[in-house]
């Protein structure tokens, strides 16, 4: 009973000790929880997202071009390039999204009309301008008879004999537009539209079905040209 008594009044003494002990040991434990969320790291396993747009110089001219948009991933870089591939939904002009998964049970119900328009930039090194082909190599081959498919835009076909006889040639004024185009057959005709910026050339491809809204067609290739153009020197 005496030593009972005499252990009795040390209890409340070592409970003073724990308190301050777990109190200390729960502010470390905090403190090394904070610690490691600041240093933990905050990047991903994935690799870096690309750039929306790359800066693209082209015959000395610079571009910015829709990462998504350029069709060959050799070609998806910043920096000088001799030739650039693209193509963009029409006629909203969005670059395409990513391509579907086409399977060999799948091929044939894949196979859809042409949505897109297909754009080339290539250095010309001082070649003939487009302008210039269109004034003095096309007349040459072309027949004199003119027709006009559209409102106020005028068709003239190419000779069987020369070097474009499987094609006809389009023009109109307001708004301009020249187009070389493929004749519907066991494919659908494919025109190719062509213009100078700086020391590149652009050509468009896109259906001759689209002709049906020529004026249409003709500015949005104006506005495409505008929109990828980079800031002048």
């Not at 948009?69 to 070609?75: N, V």
């Not at 000088?80 to 060999?104: C, M, N, W």
């Amino acid at each position: 009973m005496t030593v009972f008594s005499a252990a009795s009044p040390r209890t409340p003494r070592a409970r003073a000790h724990v308190v301050p002990i777990v109190l200390g040991g729960a502010a470390a434990l905090c403190a090394v929880a904070l610690v490691a969320y600041l240093l933990w790291p905050t990047w991903g396993t994935g690799g870096a997202s690309a750039p929306d747009k790359l800066p693209v110089s082209i015959g000395s001219t610079l571009f910015n071009l829709p990462t998504t948009a350029i069709r060959m991933k050799i070609q998806r870089h910043s920096g000088p390039q001799e030739r650039i591939d693209l193509d963009f939904l029409y006629p909203s002009l969005e670059p395409p999204g990513a391509p579907k998964h086409v399977t060999a049970d799948t091929v044939e119900t894949a196979v859809q009309s042409i949505d897109r328009i297909f754009l080339s930039i290539s250095a010309h090194h001082d070649a003939l301008s487009p302008e210039q082909r269109t004034a003095t190599i096309y007349p040459r081959y072309l027949d004199q008879a003119t027709t006009m498919p559209e409102d106020g835009l005028t068709m003239r076909m190419f000779r069987a004999e020369t070097p474009y006889g499987s094609e006809d040639f389009y023009s109109a004024s307001s708004p301009a537009l020249t187009a070389r185009c493929t004749r519907d057959g066991a494919t659908p005709g494919m025109c190719l539209s062509e213009r100078r910026v700086g020391g590149a050339d652009l050509t468009f491809r896109f259906p001759r079905s689209w002709l049906t809204q020529w004026r249409e067609l003709a500015e949005a290739m104006d506005r495409l040209t505008a929109q990828l153009r980079g800031p002048k020197g």
